[in-house]
């Protein structure tokens, strides 16, 4: 069976992005008992309509309920869980076994998936906790290709694989950077990514790093493109995507080339073919260095990012469509420096990349040279039929 391919999203505006460009199901978290609360855009009413909005492509929407609580921290938990189950949430994913058991016991209508934070590394442990209604385990970011393949050759749970984005350097969330250098707890929503940081080193008193590329803690992003046709057919139940703090362009980009990736692995092409494009695509979004994580090997010092700890902002993409009008023209709302006769891609779900040059542009009806002011409104005209929504980019930079 093909696997779900599962995409973060940060706000609501990101979980439509993420399901139109043929994301499966999304994460998110809400205001409270979420690993990401502090950052997260999504109240009960966002969270309603994302799964509205998720079943008219016959998607899903899972919601984190992964912090790892104290007693105090569990105050209004019943009633939460009672909400998420009214609005049609097709599971949660924990990191306490208690929320797990009172989850299927007050709201049985959503799954249960245990997540990475649980950190379960093997058969024995997945089928100790199915006794306390699992219905899917997040496999520890720390398993290698073969691990998994004994996991799931030993076991009938369905599994959940991260394959791209960021790591925790330390085991998978299990880390108390954040909550010594912060005092934010980062198993309680709180993560400053302490990571990170840019850090000076000292031997004795000396300092001994470079000025110039300071010390960063933290470990290269995720990229299993190379690993995909092996985890199909090990028969993993769900690819998931880290970042939901990430943009809606770096979603569209990350959702589209892993949707074709599978697509086309499921369809018998060419796996090499197949892999190459979708790197292709991968590299247009705004990525860290990556690396390969624990699927081949116990990472080591090529696995490290030294001294990066931000990623590459692109300037590529420029715009998304608004809307197309009877004239011709369609609105696009302006999101980096644009002048004319620039040479541009238009990224549809569904579609391969699109080109066009752009030979006019108006502000109310008078054309301009160059747009240059951030969520301004101006008129393009494309040569072909374009959805409010897609996005533009700069072509082949
Ligand atoms: S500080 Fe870094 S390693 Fe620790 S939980 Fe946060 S992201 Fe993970």
Known sequence: MKPELLAPAGDLARAKTAIRFGADAVYLGGKRFSLRSRASNFELEDIAEAVRFAKEYDAK??????MVPHDEDLQGLEVYLLALEKCGVAAIIVASLHIALLSKKIAPAMEVHLSTQLSLTNSAAIETVRRFGVDRVVLAREVSLAQIETISSASSMPLEVFIHGGMCVNLSGRCTLSNEMTLRDANRGGCAQSCRWKYKLYRDQTEISDPNCLFSMSSKDLLAIEEIPTLMKQGISSFKIEGRMKSAYYITVVVDAYRKLIDAIDQGEDEKEAIEKARKMLMKAENRPTSDGFFRTIPGATHHLYGVNGEGITQDFVANVIETHPNGRTSILIRNNLPVHTELDVLSPGN??????????????????????????????????????????????
């Open 61 to 66: 929407i899972y919601v984190t309920v992964n």
């Open 352 to 397: 391969d990349v699109r080109s066009f040059t752009l030979e006019a542009m108006y502000r109310k009806g008078e054309a301009i040279e160059v747009a240059n002011l951030p969520m301004e409104v101006l008129d393009i005209e494309i040569p072909f039929r374009v959805e409010s929504g897609d996005f533009i980019r700069k072509k082949g930079s």
